[in-house]
């Protein structure tokens, strides 16, 4: 096997390209790499009374389109409700009466936090608070109110 | 007759010491080896045309298995993974199902078993051929120690080619996948790709994959270059030590798969 | 029956060394608890060529072993231009090893270099000289072994004894102090033979290399070495001069050059009594 060195280094470098290539492909096509690299955006504080399914790295969307991500969820001792960090992309403007609900997209989807702004004329600034949330839709709670009603309902006319 | 089983049972026992003792001493044995070839790295790495030869010959030369494979194994997981999502109407999260399956565990692991059977096979058998031909102890003489010129570029070639298939193979099989899901069966393509950049993650998935393949290329590539110095000078004896590679390897890779796995995707979901 | 060699050649370095090449003391060899070799003691003086005579498994290979640092000696010295071996650091085995050359059994040529690059190697890995000094060099080498036009095949498409002699010619690369030879004769036709007998001799009285000749050939060895140690089960039974071990009575050295299949070295392998096994069915 005498390979002579020019065809070996082509080969080599070849191989070499054709990987990191692979690599690159993987982290901008098939994850997240751009919004994990793009500029980090501004801080957002929402509060909930129950997140549902949310996660962190949930995506955060106005009129469906994705702003920005969910960058932490803790728990406030001292209120016990649910504190969300969101990471909105830098360009994007949200009133100071936005709503900010938990939703979930189609009926087994992920679950992600949808925006929508009010008339405010001031906007919400770095480190703002989204004053008006709307919890997460926790089935067994519907279901358990379904019955409730369907029971009360049932039982009114006597 | 309680002599007689005392004593069998302490015959068992110090064969089961002295079994245990071989092993350590085996394990010893190996790290003073790997120890070794570390140290003769520098010297390996200086003479880049060496190692460039070896990333030709277990890269590049497991090109091919690598593609094909990759390509056949994210068509089948894309045909599988259908028929099961669609029951639950969920066809669209079918690329995400293909890519972290690839991506996070398929990919490291599949091309880390083909790449012990083809080229950590060939690296065993050319060095254990080398040795029984005497040429590493012609080189010793010569002054020149085989551990840097025909060891650590062998190694240092499988730990740099190791990762590179892994991606390759992961790419391929989106690819398959894609080919197979949306030309074929017809998922939306949008869909398709949306759900997946959503739901892969670059740190936790792609990052984690990629440690997963040079982990299981340090070990493929140690136990290959170990068991190739180490075998018999017979024909036999490098026959044996090929074997030994192969299901060394791979069972390596599978114990540390699941090792990585437990630490890297702790508490998923 | 033992008697000092011709004086070594006065050449150069050898007034700058000591008188031996290699000095043998006591030296016991073990491997695995089985005792390889017993009090061997031997002296090779410079410039002369010594052979290494006996029957297969021996351990006249790993008397080579021992001169170049391979193997350590259970007891004795192992002295190598008056260094002694077993004491050498790694670095100092490999500065002595640079004025060794070792030509193994059946050429052990790197398979994947071509015969250029095998002779070349040492060359390139240890001085700093130029291709075309390097060049020079080697086809210099080559055309010491006769095998200049063959500069640029493979170590595949050689006959066993040209790939011999591109092994001798790779030995003598560095123009080495010693030469070590295992087996140079095993296996080669009559012609390859008695041009490698003679490429040991002319090396020897050319370029004032010590040659040390592992081998069973009695027949080619006393044509050209100026001393012989006859070794049997790991011990030294008997030494002399061609002349002298040609005309001796002792038993083992008169069944090894007349080729007697039984004498001090028996013809069968230890087993019970003939008649015994033969009858055993009873």
Same mark, same amino acid.
């Given at each position: ?39 980090? =955006? ?25 702003? =920005? ?21 830098? =360009? ?35 480190? =703002? ?30 | ?269 | ?282």
């Amino acid at each position: 096997m005498n390979l002579n060195r020019s065809a070996l280094d082509l080969w080599v470098g070849v191989f070499v390209a054709l990987g990191i290539g692979a690599i690159l492909f993987l982290a901008l096509k098939v994850g997240n790499l751009i919004d994990f690299a793009s500029a980090p =955006g501004y801080r957002l504080e929402a509060r909930f009374d129950n997140i549902g399914g949310l996660k962190a790295r949930a995506p955060v969307k106005a009129a469906g389109v994705v702003v =920005g991500r969910v960058e932490s969820i803790k728990l406030d001792s001292a209120t016990y409700q649910a504190v969300v960090t969101l990471r909105i992309e830098p =360009g994007y403007q949200f009133t100071k009466d936005t709503i900010a609900s938990i939703l979930t997209s189609g009926l087994l989807g992920d679950v992600y936090i949808g925006l929508d702004p009010g008339g405010d004329p001031q906007m919400l600034a770095d480190g =703002g608070t989204v004053s008006k949330t709307q919890s997460g839709i926790v089935l067994e709670k519907l279901i358990g109110q379904f019955l409730f009603d369907k029971a009360a309902q049932g039982g009114a006319p006597k | 007759m309680l002599n007689a089983v005392g004593s069998g049972f302490l015959s068992v026992l110090r064969r089961m010491g002295s079994r245990t003792v071989t092993i350590i001493a085996w394990l010893g044995y190996v790290t003073r080896f790997a120890a070794a070839v570390v140290q003769q790295s520098p010297a390996a790495l200086s003479r880049l045309s060496l190692t460039l030869r070896e990333i030709y010959f277990s890269g590049v030369l497991s090109l091919v298995i690598i593609l094909v494979s990759g390509l056949f194994v994210g068509m089948v997981l894309a045909l599988q993974g259908y028929d099961v999502l669609q029951r639950y109407g969920a066809a669209e999260s079918l690329g995400v199902l293909v890519a972290l399956s690839l991506v996070r565990e398929l990919g490291p692991v599949v091309s880390g078993l083909l790449f012990a059977s083809r080229a950590g096979s060939a690296i065993t058998a050319e060095i254990g051929l080398m040795k029984a031909t005497e040429q590493l102890s012609a080189m010793e003489m010569m002054a020149v120690d085989p551990l840097a010129r025909v060891v650590a570029p062998r190694f240092w070639g499988g730990i740099i080619s190791m990762p590179l298939l892994a991606a390759l193979f992961s790419t391929l099989g989106i690819f398959g996948a894609y080919l197979v899901g949306v030309k074929l069966i017809g998922i939306d393509a949008g869909a398709f790709w949306s759900n997946m950049q959503a739901g892969v993650d670059f740190r936790y998935d792609i990052v984690n994959g990629i440690i997963k393949s040079i982990v299981f290329g340090v070990a493929v590539s140690m136990l290959a270059v170990f068991e190739g110095y180490d075998a018999k000078p017979t024909a036999e004896g490098v026959s044996t030590a090929t074997t030994r590679t192969v299901v060394e390897s791979s069972l390596a890779i599978l114990g540390l798969d699941f090792v990585l796995t437990v630490f890297m995707f702790r508490g998923v979901g | 029956m033992s008697s000092q060699a011709a004086p070594a050649p006065a050449s150069a370095r050898a007034r700058a060394h000591p008188e031996y090449a290699v000095e043998l003391e006591g030296v016991t060899f073990a491997y695995d608890r089985r005792l390889v070799l017993t009090g061997i003691t031997m002296a090779v003086p410079r410039g002369g060529v010594v052979g290494i005579m006996g029957g297969s498994g021996c351990g006249k290979t790993t008397i080579l072993r021992l001169i170049g640092g391979e193997l350590q000696p259970k007891s004795g010295r192992v002295l190598v231009a008056g260094q002694s071996v077993p004491d050498l650091d790694r670095d100092e085995l490999y500065l002595m090893r640079r004025e060794l050359g070792m030509l193994f059994q059946f050429g052990a040529l790197f398979t994947d270099m071509s015969v250029y690059e095998n002779v070349a190697f040492t060359l390139r890995e240890h001085t700093d000289l130029t291709e075309e000094l390097i060049r020079d060099l080697v086809l210099m080498k080559l055309h010491a072994v006769g095998l200049r036009g063959a500069a640029r095949l493979m170590p595949s498409e050689l006959s066993g004894g040209m790939a011999r002699r591109v092994a001798l010619a790779r030995a003598i690369a560095l123009d080495p102090m010693l030469v070590m030879y295992d087996e140079p004769f095993a296996g080669l036709d009559p012609i390859s033979l008695g041009i490698v007998g003679q490429l040991i001799r002319r090396s020897s009285d050319a370029l004032g290399i010590t040659s040390l000749v592992v081998t069973h050939d009695i027949y080619e060895s006393l044509k050209i070495v100026d001393y012989l140690y006859f070794v049997s089960a790991g011990k030294i039974i008997a030494q002399g001069t061609p002349d002298e071990v040609r005309a001796s009575k002792d038993a083992f050295v008169r069944q090894f050059v007349d080729g007697a299949p039984d004498g001090p070295v028996p013809f069968h392998y230890p087993a019970a009594p003939y008649r015994s096994e033969i009858l055993s069915r009873a």
